[in-house]
């Protein structure tokens, strides 16, 4: 009889030949429990999925209350869904005045594709801009715009009229022309390693685009949802972009995506042709129902207001002279170890200790901290004497240095 994890790697799709191959059975608030009744700290919320923590009781009653009433009807756009309706009408609410008018898919990296199709279509131009080391998905659109030729060129070729634009490199913005479409940012570089930009660059950014016609998309994909303190992550600059996207932390757990705009930019999907974006289970109403449930508890309760606090306790128990450098905002911090070989292996004694972390897609120096917003400061404290404790032992195994991996 083959195990789980021999059928897993059988039949399973890899795209690595190392996939962690954790077998969690359970998980609630901050922990997975796996076969063997291991716990571990998720640190990384399944990659800043889980910001209100592993089946939030409220999610979890919004899904079987939904799933009761019903699940698919129709493609998106069609019927009066409540779930759909309501989740809208709360994200319009939070978004600045005038970001009305919401597009509900399935994926983060659909809510970009229907951004940048949006802004193609509203400007009738087709340049496209975008940053080094930013990431905004796997599909075709999204890919073109990704930061980083590495794990774009294979796949070439992708949309024309790209280009790739230094962050926060307030030269570089005269680069954004009037043949510029659509400008895509993330509030925080995300695979990056949670790289900030200072406001005076967001500000001149926005001035830009603005100067010169073109949309400004902000991806928040990863920074939304209360991520960095602020329900989104463009708050912290004093700007309002024309188009926001959102997914990953939305859900609570479940696959929703969504991309936000004026009604009059958003209207361009309704004619020439008709059907501008089709999804058939984009804003699935059980998958709606369980952000309006997030959309609820992040509005209300106080795990915003104690974001600060945490990020400062963070940084206080991040000390250890292997540590380089802290970067982020918020809960999403980047802690900088100088080395992939140090940090993996740093990584690596995390999990062994039932800590999970992870390293980044463009930065792999760097080990990623984004625990769920509901992480309490006792949890916060405990988890990280183990992580700092990890990075001692290593830092120790190889004679108080770096060292070279392997
Ligand atoms: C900033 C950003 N944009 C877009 C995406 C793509 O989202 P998804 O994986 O849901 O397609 C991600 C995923 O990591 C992301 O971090």
Redesign the pocket.
């Given at each position: 009889m083959p195990t789980q994890r021999q059928l897993f790697l059988q039949h399973l799709a890899q795209t690595s030949d190392f996939p962690l191959a954790l077998e969690i059975e359970r998980a609630e608030g901050i922990y997975m429990y796996d076969a063997a009744g291991k716990r571990y700290a998720d640190l990384i919320s399944g990659?800043?999925v889980s910001n209100v923590g592993h089946r939030h009781p409220r999610v979890v009653a919004a899904i079987h209350d939904q799933v009761d009433k019903y699940m698919h009807l129709m493609v998106y756009g069609e019927y009066i869904q409540s779930p759909q309706v309501r989740l809208a009408k709360m994200l319009a609410d939070l978004l600045p005045a005038g970001i009305n008018n919401v597009y509900l898919t399935n994926?983060?990296?659909?809510?970009?594709e229907g951004a940048l199709k949006l802004a193609k279509r509203y400007t009738g131009r087709t340049g496209l801009v975008t940053f080094r080391d930013?990431?905004?998905?796997?599909?075709h659109g999204?890919l073109s715009v990704m930061g980083n030729e590495h794990f774009k060129n294979a796949f070439r070729p992708l949309l024309p009229d790209v280009q790739i634009l230094e962050y926060n490199v307030t030269s570089e913005l005269q680069r954004i022309t009037p043949q510029t479409a659509a400008v895509i940012v993330?509030s925080v570089q995300?695979?990056a390693g949670y790289q900030t930009p200072c406001t005076p660059w967001m500000q001149a950014l926005r001035a830009r685009c603005s100067e010169v016609g073109a949309l400004l998309i902000v991806?928040?994909?990863?920074?939304g949802m209360g991520r960095t303190g602020k329900m989104f992550g463009f708050e912290h600059y004093g700007i309002v972009p024309d188009i926001v996207?959102l997914?990953?932390g939305l859900g609570g757990g479940l696959?929703i995506?969504a991309f936000a705009a004026p009604a009059e930019i958003m209207g361009a999907f309704k004619s020439k042709p008709i059907l501008g974006h089709i999804t058939t289970f984009g804003g699935n109403p059980v998958c709606a129902a369980a952000a309006c449930a997030v959309v609820e508890v992040l509005s209300e309760g106080d795990l915003l207001a104690a974001v600060p606090a945490k990020h400062a306790l963070l940084l206080e128990l991040l000390q250890h002279p292997a540590i380089d450098r802290v970067t982020g905002k918020g809960l999403m911090l980047a802690v900088d170890l100088r080395h992939f070989g140090f940090n993996k292996a740093v990584i690596d004694r995390c999990l062994e200790a039932g800590v999970i972390t992870d390293w980044f897609l463009f930065n792999d120096r760097s080990l990623r901290l984004a625990p769920p917003l509901t992480i309490t400061p006792e949890e916060l404290r405990l988890h990280l004497q183990t992580i700092v404790a990890c990075i001692d032992a290593e830092w120790q195994a190889r004679g108080k240095s770096h060292g070279i991996w392997p």
């Open positions: 990659i800043g994926s983060g990296t659909e809510a970009v930013t990431y905004h998905g796997s599909t999204a993330e995300g695979e991806d928040e994909i990863q920074t996207t997914a990953k696959p995506g």
